[in-house]
């Protein structure tokens, strides 16, 4: 760790993830380099070296922020309610994840290679924040939606985050993809992430 206060720390790390997000707005996941991601920050890209060893790891650093801005979201909702109906359960859901398209592209596409090539601290911070969604989504459940119970409720989170892991390519297409789609003759009728999930939480929760 290279010298300095943890608040300097702390913001060479947000630079570095910043630069990966700009990036993953307009290159593919294949097409950033640690050498693109070092042209957008104002240090050196060895300098890098000192806070992530692979873009992977920037990477996951950038799917944990994520998670965590979704976490605070669905917290903020918890709190400032008394109830919710099931349809109010899947509109708080299916519009934080419309609001995080990024947190689902990660998910979607590059889940498995950024743990795989992420040094175990690094992983072990990414897990946390994935245990805390989990467990915020539970006490999401287990505040409006007490007749569920212990098995219910897992038995949705088993249902749900499988599906965050799947949603992104049903709902965000190229005209590429639907040209691809015409041609060979697929009927296929596209509908909006926010949709989707609504519709998917509303049958969750009925099980």
Not at 20 to 26: A, D, F, I, W
Request: a neutral charge; charged letters at 30%.
């Amino acid at each position: 760790m290279p010298a300095g206060s943890v608040e300097r720390t702390n913001a060479r790390k947000e630079e570095i993830i910043n630069a990966c997000e700009k990036l993953y707005q307009t290159m593919s996941f294949k097409e950033i380099t640690l050498k693109e991601i070092g042209k957008e920050t104002t240090f050196s890209r060895t300098s890098i070296y000192n806070y992530f060893q692979t873009k992977e790891e920037i990477f996951l650093a950038l799917l944990k922020r994520e998670y965590d801005s979704w976490i605070s979201e669905l917290e903020t909702i918890t709190e400032s309610r008394d109830s919710m109906t099931d349809d109010e359960i899947a509109d708080a859901l299916a519009g934080t994840l419309d609001r995080r398209k990024q947190l689902l592209k990660i998910m979607s596409m590059n889940h498995y290679d950024l743990e795989e090539n992420s040094r175990m601290e690094r992983l072990v911070e990414f897990k946390r924040s994935y245990g805390k969604a989990l467990t915020t989504v539970k006490s999401l459940l287990a505040k409006f939606r007490k007749d569920m119970g212990e098995e219910k409720q897992q038995e949705f989170l088993y249902s749900f985050f499988p599906f965050m892991f799947g949603i992104y390519p049903y709902t965000v297409v190229t005209e590429k993809q639907k040209e691809a789609m015409q041609k060979a003759g697929v009927d296929y009728t596209y509908s909006s992430l926010y949709d989707l999930t609504f519709i998917a939480v509303k049958r969750m929760l009925k099980n």
